[in-house]
């Protein structure tokens, strides 16, 4: 089946400070990978993507890659910020795009 | 362009009751998904619409109904509510497969 496991949180950081937020996934054929991002009383948001092994998406100074051989996307920013403090979810939809598979999220914050 | 927007914001039912819940979605977005978000499920696909049709459907009891009008406006529907169906609901829309999902802000069920 089609599944999706994300470290535990929370996570707390400093400002400055690396963030790694870890993704891996179980799929059949070949999904596309997502992090979403979801602020305090609000909707998810799609912070970035990649649609194929190999590709990096990018946004905001956060990045992901998608690593087909071990099945991992982990989210990474060089420096978090006080606004970067949010609930982050990783997801996958099969190639046909019908349906989204979410990790359990992983609550970020950062303090000044 | 608005964004997705759901109503009410804030419901609480008692056991035993039914709910609906209404999603209307981004102007020219066919696709409507509804997701439901617990602490310990994570996020969870219930069904998506497109074109008043049911497209498909995650792993939920017969409880859990939807609908979508010809203006692709969707409405949610739990029966019989328990204490378990207290949950963020999140509805998402698309153009249609393979575009990016925009999510609501959510309606907060609780299940007394």
């Known amino acids: 089946g089609n599944s999706v496991t994300q470290m535990e949180g929370p996570v707390t950081l400093s400002e400055e400070a690396f963030l790694t937020i870890n993704c891996t996934y179980t799929?059949?054929?070949?999904?596309?990978l997502f992090w979403y991002v979801q602020y305090p009383g609000e909707g998810l948001q799609l912070l970035l993507k990649?649609?194929?092994?190999?590709d990096k998406g990018s946004n905001k100074g956060f990045e992901a890659t998608y690593r087909k051989e071990t099945t991992s996307f982990h989210l990474e920013k060089g420096s978090v910020q006080v606004s970067d403090s949010a609930v982050y979810f990783c997801?996958?939809?099969?190639?046909?795009?019908?349906?989204?598979?979410f990790g359990t999220g992983t609550s970020l914050t950062v303090i000044p | 362009k608005a964004g997705v927007t759901q109503t009410p914001r804030y419901l609480i039912k008692t056991r035993g009751q039914q709910v609906t819940l209404s999603c209307s979605p981004i102007?020219?977005?066919?696709?409507v998904s509804w997701y439901q978000q617990t602490p310990g499920q994570g996020l969870q696909f219930l069904f998506e619409?497109?074109?008043?049709?049911?497209?498909n459907k995650g792993n939920f009891p017969g409880r859990f109904s939807g609908r979508q009008f010809s203006n692709s406006r969707s409405e949610m529907n739990v029966s019989t509510l328990e204490l378990g169906d207290s949950a963020l609901y999140l509805c998402?829309?698309?153009?249609?497969?393979?575009?990016?999902?925009?999510f609501g802000p959510g309606t907060r069920l609780t299940v007394t």
């Open positions: 998402a829309s698309r153009r249609d497969q393979n575009y990016e999902q925009y």
């Open positions: 799929a059949t054929g070949y999904p596309s």
């Open positions: 990649a649609t194929k092994a190999d």
């Open positions: 997801a996958l939809s099969r190639d046909t795009g019908n349906q989204f598979y």
């Open positions: 102007s020219g977005h066919r696709s």
């Open positions: 619409y497109f074109s008043e049709t049911q497209r």
